[in-house]
């Protein structure tokens, strides 16, 4: 038999091309690696006043930035005590967190999106315990800073509008922290085409730009000179959606964040570190039409695992059970949580921690913050009754 000829012109092109997509479908990134302690990092709890009682009150994880002065922290402990109230149901510092006309629980949004910021590390390459430490801590980490929403149809499905502006703070004593928003607008219409735009912006924090007297500024946006909300310069856009027009960050921008949240890029893929991105921001937690179609097409469908990664859904099972029994020993000690992030937060520690590791440095709302009244129904007063995988307010 003669020799078979090499195949030319447009029937090797294809071949390759077919070839190629192949192998790109199944492939997965290379290795993640493990950040590299800087010289100013420490494994040991800070001993200054400010950074002590934010690392205990708040169960911030090593590494510890020594560079920080004091100073810095009084600013990152007073900033956050004051969203610790913000955040609490009930408080009159909450009203700005509080949308009527959205119709929907703030605080049981919160509580879900905090879970799924939570669950990203788990399936992360690293030791089972060290993924679950810093998940509870992330847990509790994530604060609303301004909503408003608009539902025709009277809440909990379908919002036409939503603007929600919100922060998460590094599970580690560094200091850092991503500042959100997120504006979405649907509105289906008979005869004319139907109005849809949103857009995902973040812009990472350092502790330089804690602010005490105006915690809830959003670092990520700024006003142009008509008076309207548009992104601050040097801000990244996540999720943009214009028209049918459905487009997303890169992978690039993605290590940004990452090592805003964890001290260095590398460890987390950018599947992971998308999720945990538009979670914090709230994407898809309204019930939003658009919702899923808008966090596949951004991030979900574009990128991958690192090799080892995993989606985690064994270890967030297991970790659903005993953080049900981390809440349900909260619920009967008599100092109650004060605020859904500082609830999370005191369920990151171990029992078997001592009780006055366990978040005793915190600011209480002062008098008159709360309301005098203690309702017994538990949808009012803000108790979670937690099952596996199901959070019911």
């Known amino acids: 038999m003669p020799p078979k000829r090499k195949s030319t012109g447009q029937d090797a092109t294809a071949a390759k091309k077919a070839k190629t997509t192949k192998t ?38 090593p590494p510890y930035d020594t560079s920080i002065d004091d100073s810095r922290w009084k600013v990152y402990y007073e900033e956050r005590a004051a ?12 009203e700005p967190i509080v949308s009527e006309e959205l119709g929907q629980d703030t605080f049981r949004l919160l ?40 539902d025709e149809e009277g809440g909990d499905s379908d919002p036409r509008t939503v603007n929600a502006k919100t922060r998460l703070y590094s599970p580690f004593g560094l200091g850092t922290s991503i500042d959100l928003c997120w504006n979405y607008h649907y509105r289906a219409r008979m005869f004319n085409s139907s109005e849809k735009f949103a857009d995902l912006v973040a812009m990472s924090r350092s502790i330089h730009d804690c602010d005490a ?13 008509n008076g309207r909300p548009k992104p601050e310069e040097g801000a990244i856009k996540v999720i943009k959606m214009n028209g049918s027009s459905i487009s997303g960050t890169t992978a690039k921008n993605l290590e ?9 890029a590398g460890w987390l893929s950018p599947l992971k570190m998308f999720h945990i991105v538009a979670h914090a921001g709230t994407v898809a937690h309204y019930q ?20 080892d990664e995993t989606d985690g859904k064994a270890l967030a099972d297991k970790e659903a059970v005993k953080f049900k029994e981390l809440w349900e020993e909260l619920k009967t000690k008599g100092d109650k949580p004060i605020c859904v992030p500082q609830r999370l937060v005191l369920a990151a520690h171990s029992p078997e921690e001592d009780d006055d590791e366990q978040g005793g440095e915190c600011e209480k709302p002062a ?20 099952e596996e995988g199901k959070e019911e307010v």
């Open 367 to 386: 008098d008159g913050e709360m309301n005098p009244e203690e309702p017994e129904n538990g949808s009012e007063d803000g108790e979670y009754d937690v």
């Open 256 to 264: 940004e964040f990452e090592t805003t949240l964890f001290g260095a």
């Open 213 to 225: 007297k105006e915690p809830r500024n959003c670092s990520a946006m700024t006003k142009d000179r």
């Open 288 to 307: 939003e039409a658009l919702g899923s179609q808008l966090l596949k097409r951004a991030g979900l469908d574009k990128f991958k695992f690192c090799k």
């Open 83 to 94: 969203l610790d109230k913000v955040n609490t149901r009930g408080s009159n510092a909450s």
């Open 111 to 150: 509580f879900n999106a905090s879970k799924s910021v939570s669950q990203t590390m788990y399936g992360a390459v690293a030791d089972e315990d060290e993924c679950v430490a810093i998940a509870r801590t992330l847990r509790g980490s994530l604060y609303y800073t301004d909503l408003w929403g608009n």
């Open 24 to 61: 790109n479908t199944a492939a997965r990134l290379k290795k993640s690696k493990r950040v590299e302690y800087k010289s100013s990092w420490s494994k040991d709890k800070p001993e200054g006043k400010w950074a002590r009682r934010a690392v205990d009150c708040w169960n911030l994880l």
